[in-house]
Every structure is written in structure tokens, then in C-alpha cells.
């Protein structure tokens, strides 16, 4: 990292290379930036956030979320992707951990916490859970175009419940 260049000044032309499309080059600057300071949770985040999306590599993408909360647990960005993360490579003991750590960062949407733990109740075929975790989001919600969204899951939960529940036939003339 050239020495007339701050950690921050390159963090943002970093994001703006990101931003830019020009991956390569925004990888380069994350990585000159954790050589450089190795405790700038925010480059793991961005690194966690590209191996996520861009190379599909998880669980080298959980090593820079996870080395994020250990540098900065405060950092609210990180829990949403890291729990996505951990859900998708059904890492069941990390899920509820990462859910409940989250929930106490001030400035984490809880609302997007509980619709992942809704999303991974349903998976785990819990639909009670996992309306139950509809419901909190729905009602921490406070973005109108999200709002849709959370009662589609709660009507497509209740579609569950209702086809799980024994018949009972009345066969008498």
C-alpha cells in the first residue's frame, strides 16, 4: 500500500472498484488492506461478501465473516450474510448463535434476523417455529415494500400447518 494512502481512502476506492465491477482490482486493495491492518473488520466483511457471491466459496467466505465479528462485534452489516451463510452450509449449532449475537448488536435489523430464522425453521420442516418467526419480523418490520414479502411467508407457512393436520372422514349415510 503506497504510504501517502490511508486504510480508509483505500477501503473506498476499493468499494468503488467493487462497485465498478472491476473485482480483481477491489480484491487487490481488500487484501492490501488487511496486510497493511490487520484489523480492519470491514475488508473481511467485503472479502466474506465476495467469496459469497462472486466464487460460491463459503467456507472461506464464513472465515472472513467470522474473523469480522471477532474484530469488530458491533459491525451490523455482517450478521445477515453470515447467518444466510451458515444456514445454507447447515451449520446448525452456529445458526441460533450468530441469531442471537446479532439480536444484540444495536443497528441490526431484527426483522431481517427473524425472517432467516423463519426461512431456516421452515427448511428444518418446524412450521410452527417458523411462523412464529414470521410474526416477530412482521412485527418489527418498518419498510412498507418488505411488508409483502413477510406475509406471503406467513401465508405459505399456514398452507403447510393446515396440509400437515390429519383428516378426519365422517363416512356415515
Known amino acids: 500500500m503506497d504510504i501517502y494512502t490511508t486504510v480508509e481512502e483505500k477501503y473506498l476506492q476499493a468499494i468503488e472498484e467493487l462497485n465498478w465491477g472491476e473485482l480483481p482490482k477491489a480484491l487487490q486493495y481488500f487484501n492490501e488492506i488487511i496486510v497493511f491492518d490487520p484489523d480492519y473488520?470491514?475488508?473481511?466483511?467485503?472479502?466474506?461478501?465476495?467469496?459469497?457471491?462472486?466464487?460460491?466459496?463459503?467456507?472461506?467466505?464464513?472465515?472472513?465473516?467470522?474473523?469480522?465479528?471477532?474484530?469488530?462485534?458491533?459491525?451490523?452489516?455482517?450478521?445477515?450474510p453470515y447467518l444466510k451463510l451458515v444456514i445454507t452450509?447447515?451449520?446448525?449449532?452456529?445458526?441460533?448463535?450468530?441469531?442471537?449475537?446479532?439480536?444484540?448488536?444495536?443497528?441490526?435489523?431484527?426483522s431481517h434476523i427473524?425472517?432467516?430464522?423463519?426461512?431456516?425453521?421452515?427448511?428444518?420442516q418446524n412450521f410452527a417455529e417458523a411462523a412464529n418467526y414470521f410474526k416477530k419480523a412482521e412485527l418489527l418490520?418498518?419498510?412498507?415494500?418488505?411488508?409483502?414479502?413477510?406475509?406471503?411467508?406467513?401465508?405459505r407457512i399456514r398452507s403447510k400447518l393446515n396440509s400437515t393436520k390429519r383428516m378426519?372422514?365422517?363416512?356415515q349415510e
Open 41 to 80: 473488520a470491514r475488508a473481511y466483511f467485503q472479502l466474506g461478501n465476495i467469496f459469497q457471491i462472486h466464487f460460491k466459496d463459503y467456507k472461506t467466505a464464513g472465515y472472513y465473516y467470522k474473523r469480522c465479528i471477532e474484530l469488530d462485534p458491533d459491525f451490523q452489516e455482517v450478521y445477515k
Open 89 to 110: 452450509l447447515k451449520m446448525h449449532k452456529l445458526v441460533k448463535q450468530v441469531a442471537e449475537k446479532a439480536l444484540l448488536v444495536p443497528g441490526v435489523c431484527e
Open 114 to 124: 427473524y425472517e432467516c430464522l423463519g426461512l431456516y425453521a421452515e427448511q428444518q
Open 141 to 155: 418490520n418498518a419498510v412498507q415494500a418488505e411488508q409483502s414479502v413477510l406475509q406471503e411467508h406467513q401465508t
Open 168 to 171: 378426519i372422514y365422517d363416512l
